[in-house]
């Protein structure tokens, strides 16, 4: 009877969300070309771009005045992930100095812990290209 039951399933590298043709393959290949071959852009991007931002039905301000209620009442994950969502609705939006403040915001409340924030504002100007071609694509 241990035939079947103590086999190791066959491991496969790649996740399951972007494997074959499915729309977040896609994604995925369409924003690794406009990367250029740059992997820590690509990785900083798929982590942080919105996959279908029109979809998102609340306004940008929003996300900022509950990020500061937020960081005012101590609450630095709910602050840090109000920050990101405004930083990448300003990505979408081509707004380079919003992507720069609110990414900035929400690196200094995680610190160290999310080094794609970092690696957004150190190449801000990449990163609104890419973004603004991505989404002219799409």
Known sequence: ?????????????????????????????????????????????SRLMILDPKKVNIPLETFLSEAQA?????????????????GALSLFQGDTEGVRKYFAKALMIAGNSR????????????????AKRYYGSI
């Open 1 to 45: 009877m241990r035939g079947g039951l103590l086999r190791r399933k066959p491991h496969n590298s790649a996740p399951v969300s972007v494997q074959g043709n499915t729309p977040e393959a896609v994604m995925a290949s369409k924003l690794m070309d406009l990367c250029g071959g740059n992997t820590e852009l690509y990785q900083a991007l």
């Open 70 to 86: 937020y960081e005012t009442q101590g609450n630095k994950l709910r602050a840090e992930v109000d920050y990101r969502v405004a």
């Open 115 to 130: 080094g794609e924030y970092k690696m957004l504002i150190d190449h801000l100007d990449d990163a609104v290209a890419v």
